[in-house]
């Protein structure tokens, strides 16, 4: 494909973003810092969550793990159940194994490299562009969900965002733009400029200090693009799900560290295939823990993970024994403690059937 080059002069736009930034950036808890740990503990936060989300665990997370030597040394389950509540946890375990290899491949020093940045688990292009711009003020390009949006509209991108094509021409907007001096403020500011401005609903454009550059307000575009992502069908998958109950404390246990969900809570499931009997599954479920009891049907919930949509059947037992179960992974919990237990997404749906039947 042939890339187009933005129809502007790129110190002109870096000119008045700067501008602007320095009367209107943000200030937030790991700007005023050039350490690659916490930048990069930041950046990984600040993947699919808002920053208002993230602020107090960026600080407890600190608090528990102030270096990369501090984290490679922890158990993973540690960094999980301090990772709970923010979802995506694969970003928890990637930032654990990542943590490992700095410490014992780079003697805990950062390498100050896009390759060997991008080798690290978990660090994409943009979050090494990140990483090498904020901590080390090298000129690298970044390509975050924010500055995606802002170049998108800029140049009137006329394409889904996410497709091979367009990945290659915004990279080379991105390119285009990352000045050589101030990199460090630069990429601050454009991420700014999308969380604040140019943001995914209704854009400020009259707030807007490149507004004279920009292709999409030019066409009248802003509010159409980025045009919208054509979403894959996933295919479905059944479980059933059962919230087996001793005098109001329920049973949990731990998945594998390894594989899919690592780590993470769940209650104790079972899947089946779309015609199979979810009561019937269920009742075998229990009987594996040598328990019986009357199964109540709650309901079920849909989660859709990346590559399937899962539909559980929520099944209540009340039961007077837990002696059979209390070992390994599995444990008791009060509801008020499993709210606080990093549950995977689905799960977290199927806790709050326990809350939907004591109302
Ligand atoms: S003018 Fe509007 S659409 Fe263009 S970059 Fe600014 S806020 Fe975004």
Redesign the pocket.
């Known amino acids: 494909m042939r890339l187009v080059d933005l129809l502007f002069p790129a110190e002109k736009f870096v000119e008045r973003l700067l501008v602007w930034y320095g009367q209107s950036g943000r200030d937030l808890p790991w700007r005023n810092t050039r350490d690659p740990y916490r930048i990069w503990l930041s950046e990984i936060m600040l993947q699919q969550t808002t920053v208002a989300a993230v602020s107090n665990y960026y600080q407890r997370f600190l608090e528990h793990f102030p270096s990369v030597e501090s984290l490679a040394a922890a158990p993973m389950t540690a960094v999980i159940d301090l990772w709970a509540g923010l979802g995506y946890y694969t970003r928890a375990r990637n930032l654990h194994s990542a943590a490992k290899i700095v410490v014992d491949s780079y003697s805990g020093d950062f390498p100050a490299d896009v390759e060997a940045l991008q080798a690290l688990p978990g660090i994409g292009r943009s979050t090494a562009g990140a990483i090498l711009a904020l901590a080390f003020d090298q000129q690298a390009p970044i390509l975050d969900a924010n500055v995606r ?2 170049l998108c ?2 140049g009137a991108l006329q394409q889904p965002p996410r497709s091979t094509d367009a990945e290659k021409q915004l990279w080379h907007w991105s390119e285009q733009l990352t000045p050589l001096s101030k990199v460090h403020d630069y990429t601050q500011a454009i991420m700014d ?2 969380a604040m ?3 995914p609903r209704q ?3 009259e ?5 004279e ?5 030019d066409l009248g575009l ?1 509010q159409q ?1 980025p045009l919208k992502q054509v979403k894959k069908k996933l295919p479905n998958r059944h479980e059933s799900a059962l919230l087996i109950n001793v005098a109001g404390r329920y049973l949990a246990r731990r998945r594998m560290a390894e594989g899919f969900l690592g780590g993470l809570w769940e209650f104790p499931s079972v899947a089946f295939a779309e015609d199979d009997n979810s009561a019937e599954k269920a009742k075998f479920l229990l009987a594996d823990f040598g328990l019986e009891g009357q199964l109540e049907l709650l309901g079920s919930v849909r989660h859709t993970y990346s590559h399937f949509h899962l539909e559980s059947s929520v099944y209540h037992v009340s039961v007077d024994c837990h002696g059979l179960v209390t070992e390994g992974e599995n444990h008791w919990f009060s509801p008020e403690k499993l709210s606080n237990l990093a549950l995977h997404g689905a799960h977290k749906k199927v806790l709050a059937k326990i809350y939907s039947k004591e109302k």
């Open positions: 949006r802002v509209r800029i400029l999308g401005v140019c943001v854009p400020l454009c707030e807007c200090p490149v507004l550059l920009c292709q999409a307000h802003e693009l």
